[in-house]
């Protein structure tokens, strides 16, 4: 019996230990590797003597012979593959999804089994986006083995998560990736992490997302005084994510949204940074700048008048699709009512006045220099313009105000009258009332005298009539004796 029961535990030994090889054997011939569509992936052949021939076999289909004359296989990726000489591992370039699958390394009566997962990121557009556009991912997978369900982690150009809407069909094999509104900020290389438990997969799959546009805010304000030169400048992003084609673009201009745009200029850009531009007519002088960057579009505005404010917009075109910048100039002017010297006793009015209505956070400040707090007066919210009486000769300044940061500025002199100005001043208006009225009296005599006349004229028509009716009396009298 004892020795029965030495033989039946013998046996479990063995049993167990022939188990417990076959799980590792089966643990290796199962290791699953994983490979992007369209980059390339080495799979192991491990354990295989330095100058073993071997063969490797995708299913059943050879792929590859390492033998002193390589044999190239019938399998759909043998003009795709190579066999590492130095350790026998299977190099796949230019994978594809099809090429998921059961890989086999055969040498002599053994055989190493190699699992490919495949993962293949298909970007939209191209991964080439303007701003405010949607980016729009699809992510499939194929195996040999059953399709597992996926985490999707998203990464930005700076590393930071983004939570994007991610859905997934029931077989798991596709899963789409939307995120909405880009910015030309997140222009860069993102990462797709892909997470699974079973098996095990944590993998990142890398792309490129190159959003075409500007360094410019959507809309900028800028602030130039008459009689001034001003630069307005938008700066591209192409040159720094290297576009891969050319693009067009104009430049407009329009003082109000509700009136037509002008346009200034036309131009056209080259996937190697050159820029072409061409002048249309216009309703003001401008320049060009030359040697600068294809980055760049630039005008410089010399002298700048009351009626060049507007809004200037860039505008760039890609494919059918726009994207464009605004820069709004604000123009200020100062003025005097009456304009010329002060005389002395006299009062004129100073009008600091901007082209269009100033955000809540702006204001107008008119202030005499060396002057008291009396001396100050600011303009009220909204308002275009603010007015200050002054009665004494001295130098004003009005200031454009935004956050408390001193934007421009511009100066109006007060000059005094000489003397003489004065007394023809006076003398003027002494004149001038006197001329007044003697021209009065003149008026009231003429109007007694012609009075007097017509009153006179009255008189004598009534004493002729009175005369005719006395001498007709005295002829009837005569008839009648």
């Known amino acids: 019996m004892e020795s029965c029961s030495m033989v039946v535990s013998s046996t479990l030994c063995v049993i167990l230990v022939l188990h417990l090889g076959l799980i590792s054997i089966t643990a290796q011939q199962n290791e699953v590797q994983i490979g992007v569509a369209g980059q390339a992936v080495i799979l192991n052949c491990r354990g295989i003597p330095p100058h073993a021939a071997v063969t490797w076999k995708h299913y059943k289909l050879v792929i590859k012979k390492s033998s002193i004359t390589p044999l190239k296989g019938k399998a759909t990726m043998s003009d795709r593959s190579e066999i590492i ?36 990121l298909m970007v939209s557009l191209d991964g080439h986006f303007l701003p405010n556009e949607d980016l729009e991912m699809t992510l499939m997978q194929n195996s040999s083995h059953p399709l597992p369900n996926l985490s999707i982690t998203l990464f930005n150009s700076n590393n930071n998560i983004v939570t994007p809407i991610v859905l997934g069909d029931k077989t798991h094999q596709k899963y789409t990736v939307k995120l909405k509104q880009l910015e030309a900020t997140d222009s860069g290389t993102w990462a797709c992490r892909v997470h699974s438990d079973s098996p095990l997969i944590s993998q990142n799959i890398s ?27 938008w700066h591209l992003n192409f040159q720094k994510i290297t576009w891969k084609e050319g693009f067009t673009g104009q430049l407009n201009w329009r003082q109000q949204e509700s009136v037509p745009a002008h346009e200034l200029l036309d131009f056209n850009i080259t996937a190697w940074g050159e820029q072409h531009k061409t002048r249309k007519s216009n309703p003001f002088l401008f320049e060009i700048p030359e040697g600068k960057s294809g980055s760049t579009i630039e005008v410089k505005l010399h002298k700048v008048n009351f009626n060049y404010s507007g ?87 009005c200031h454009l105000i935004e956050d408390n940061d001193l934007m421009i500025s511009l100066s109006y002199t007060v000059e005094e009258a000489p003397v003489w100005i004065s007394y023809v001043v006076i003398g003027a208006s002494i004149g001038g009332s006197v001329l007044v009225f003697v021209l009065a009296c003149l008026c009231t005599i003429s109007g007694i005298n012609w ?27 005569r008839l009648n004796k």
């Open 207 to 233: 792309f490129d997302v190159k959003v075409l546009g500007f360094q410019n805010s959507d809309l900028e304000r800028k602030y130039a005084t008459v009689g001034s030169t001003v630069i307005l400048s």
């Open 85 to 120: 000489p130095s350790n026998k591992h299977l190099k796949v370039m230019d994978l594809r999804l099809s090429d998921a699958g059961i890989y086999t390394c055969e040498y002599e009566s053994h055989a190493v089994s190699v699992s490919l997962h495949v993962f293949k």
């Open 451 to 477: 009075q007097r006349r017509r009153q006179r004229a009255k008189r004598m028509v009534q004493a002729r009539q009175y005369l005719l009716e006395n001498k007709t009396c005295q002829c009837q009298h």
């Open 311 to 397: 809004h200037y917009q860039c505008q760039l075109a890609y494919n059918s699709r726009y994207v464009q910048s605004k820069i709004e100039l604000v123009v200020m002017k100062v003025s005097a009512n009456p304009a010329g010297p002060l005389p002395r006793g006299a009062e004129i009015t100073l009008t600091c006045q901007v082209s269009s209505p100033l955000p809540p956070n702006t204001h107008l400040r008119w202030e005499r220099v060396n002057g008291t707090q009396m001396d100050v007066k600011k303009s009220k919210q909204h308002e275009v313009k603010v007015e200050v009486n002054v009665s004494t000769a001295g130098l004003w300044i």
